[in-house]
């Protein structure tokens, strides 16, 4: 499958099983490139060495799939939108979309998800052209980030 203009950014998410998890995703569904922003770890340690809890999950997607590195979200969005992308936030918010009501333009589009227990911050979300939510039936308020990613990802890039 041919990658798509289609990114991701993971923004300060804590486990390295949902990184792996999500790198597999991206892998699945044809993501050019991950980026990583705030205290989300890396395939790759600080001094080198491959994180065990990424490779564990990812499956070797950590290879497949380019990622880089951002040291200020605020400012990758600003630039990314300065040069013609859209931002797509998959979080609950008041002002969310039902994600299976999300269309798909042409041109490149960021898939962005934040945080497991606080989500994305407000200055995130501020910056995204549309937040997409994932309707809860159950008890439960959310799904596991790297499960809403999967869901949402497929459903809106139709896979």
Not at 72 to 80: H, I, M, R, T, Y
Not at 115 to 142: H, T
């Amino acid at each position: 499958m041919k990658k798509a203009s289609i990114f991701l950014l993971l923004h300060d998410i804590r486990s390295a099983h949902n990184v792996g998890a999500m790198f597999r995703t991206a892998d699945a569904a044809g993501v050019a490139k991950v980026f990583l922003s705030g205290t989300t770890p890396a395939p790759v340690d600080r001094f080198g060495r491959p994180v065990k809890e990424i490779i564990k999950t990812a499956l070797g997607a950590e290879k497949s799939v380019t990622w880089e590195q951002v040291a200020n979200a605020a400012k990758f969005l600003g630039d990314f939108k300065k040069d013609g992308g859209r931002i797509v936030a998959i979080e609950q918010d008041k002002k969310a979309l039902d994600y299976k009501k999300i269309t798909l333009l042409k041109g490149p589009t960021l898939f962005i998800v934040g945080n497991e227990v606080a989500g994305l911050p407000r200055r995130i979300l501020q910056q995204c052209d549309v937040v997409a939510e994932i309707p809860m039936r159950g008890s439960k308020e959310s799904l596991n980030v790297s499960v809403a990613l999967g869901v949402a990802l497929f459903r809106i890039l139709n896979i």
